[in-house]
């Protein structure tokens, strides 16, 4: 399978914001981790980080018109608790869409707790750390492969 990871608002922060919460692995550092876990499956990812709320709606749809890739995982950062423009776009797609969040959204400030996106995306995961999103991949090829 082919997989795009979409890294949204302050993930290239990742390393340095916060390691309490996010962890000390730069976001370089946990693609390479994922691209590695991706080899050794037999499958391949590409990556996409911006900071900007179109440039991410954007790569939806990008990734959709291509018809490159057979899943996406989306980290959004606060754009999740918020962007009806994100929203929109994961629910115009027809490309599964996970929801990963390195940190326990759940029992983090109040405003983190909701999620706009979980409604409309193919699974969630968060708390793992870097590991969310190797549990993504593996939610979605469990549900490919399951025809579920």
């Known amino acids: 399978m082919k997989f795009l990871i979409i890294n949204g608002v302050n ?7 916060e390691p309490e919460i996010y962890g000390s692995e ?3 550092e946990i693609n390479a981790k994922i691209a590695q876990y991706c ?6 990812a590409d990556f996409f980080q911006s900071n900007a ?6 790569a939806l749809h990008e ?18 608790h918020y962007s009806y423009a994100l929203r929109d776009a994961v629910q115009g797609i027809t490309i599964p869409v996970v929801e990963v969040h390195m940190s326990n959204i759940g029992a ?7 999620s706009i996106l979980s409604a409309v995306c193919a699974g969630t995961v968060f708390g793992f750390g ?18 579920i």
Do not use: H, W
């Open 39 to 44: 080899e050794k499956q037999g499958d391949s």
């Open 26 to 28: 730069t976001l370089d």
């Open 108 to 114: 983090r400030e109040e405003f983190r707790k909701t």
């Open 53 to 58: 709320e179109g440039e991410l709606c954007s």
């Open 63 to 80: 990734a959709f018109f291509s018809k490159k890739y057979d899943g996406i995982l989306l980290n959004a950062g606060a754009y999740s």
């Open 11 to 17: 993930l290239n922060l990742t390393g340095y914001r």
């Open 130 to 147: 870097a590991a969310s999103y190797i549990a993504g991949i593996a939610g979605l090829k469990v549900k490919r492969e399951a025809g």
